[in-house]
């Protein structure tokens, strides 16, 4: 049933929006609009099937329902993908289609940069729409969320390595990356400075042989990150990625990672805590970005207080591991229950 796509995610609407003209096909998911206007980003991607990319966009917008309740922000969850056009195409045009697209919504979807959508189409939009967030501006806070989703997961994977790993440091703390991306490389950064020692894949060698330059990072082959022999495993990819086959063959202790939707199905969230792995939920530890776009959208962006705000998630990270301790139950579930008690409009 097209309703009850993906398991438990009745959405308040979605928006199937064509523009013959420019090609755009695209899927406006609006989750939830409890808290507040529905925020989340755009993808841009190739899909096997149109209903590859609807189940993608439900399961994307649920899940920033649930990021954005859990990160206390005024807003409810909805994504948008847009289905890559065959060939080449016109960028600008399309993304102005899709910015004509999310004013039809009239503020009930905010939309901001995903996964092959950059600031400068963001720029493009904001002609068309107010509705958009994630746009570099002269002297003022606000653009690419990616350092700050980098900086979540970062303070997440020192929380959970010392509440965990029962270490209080990363120094030598062995950690997995896979994907160095937009947030993987910051991630990189981040890591490389506290004194982890990384081992990296991207299906991009131009990247891997980079931090091997630059961090002395050990490359990996990408279809054996997941099973490196390391304490951290940080899916910074795409979606997926813990599922029936990785599993496993999973080695780290800890997994933190920027990448949505990490869990194929919520029973791989409980095979790895059968197998003593903990695993700290995606929506939880990548908020950092939209904390940062919600800011710049309300005029609220100062860059130290945003980073402070970012690094409240290992507050929560904590609070997350002692639930999970008093409910005998797994993070992935302890915090869809926690995100669940809180999508009603913040008093
Ligand atoms: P990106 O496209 O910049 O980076 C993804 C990287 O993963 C690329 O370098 C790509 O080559 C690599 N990759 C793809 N398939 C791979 C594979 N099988 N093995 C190894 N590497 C592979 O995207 P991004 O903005 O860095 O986002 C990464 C993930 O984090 C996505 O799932 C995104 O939805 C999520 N996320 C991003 C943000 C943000 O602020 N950018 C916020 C929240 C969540």
Known sequence: SLFGLPEQAPHERVLL????????????????????????????????????????????SQGMSLKNALADLPFGGGKAVILKPEGAFDRPALFAAFGRAVQSLNGAYITAEDVGTTTADMRGMQALTPYVSGIPREGAFGGDPSPKTAWGVFVSIRAGVRLVLGRNS???VRVALQGLGAVGWHLA?????????????????????????QFGAVAAHVG?????DVDVLAPCALGASLNEQTVPAIRAQLIAGAA?????????????????????????????GIISVAREYRNEGEEQAVMAEVGKIAERVEELLARVQAADSTPARVADDWARSKLVRPA
């Open 260 to 288: 949505n939707n990490q869990l194929a199905t919520p029973a791989d969230g409980d095979a790895l805590q059968r197998r003593g792995i903990c695993y700290l939920p995606d929506y939880l530890v990548n908020a950092g």
């Open 17 to 60: 929006a064509t523009d013959p003209a420019t090609g755009l096909k695209a899927i406006l998911a609006v989750h939830s609009t409890a808290r507040g206007p529905a925020f989340g980003g755009c993808r841009l991607w190739h899909y096997d099937s149109e209903l590859a990319a609807l189940n993608d966009a439900l399961r994307l």
């Open 224 to 228: 054996e990150i997941l099973a490196a």
């Open 189 to 213: 950064e981040f890591l490389h400075q506290a004194g982890a020692r990384l081992v990296v894949a991207d299906v991009d060698a131009v990247k891997v042989e980079r931090a091997v330059a």
């Open 170 to 172: 990363l120094e030598g």
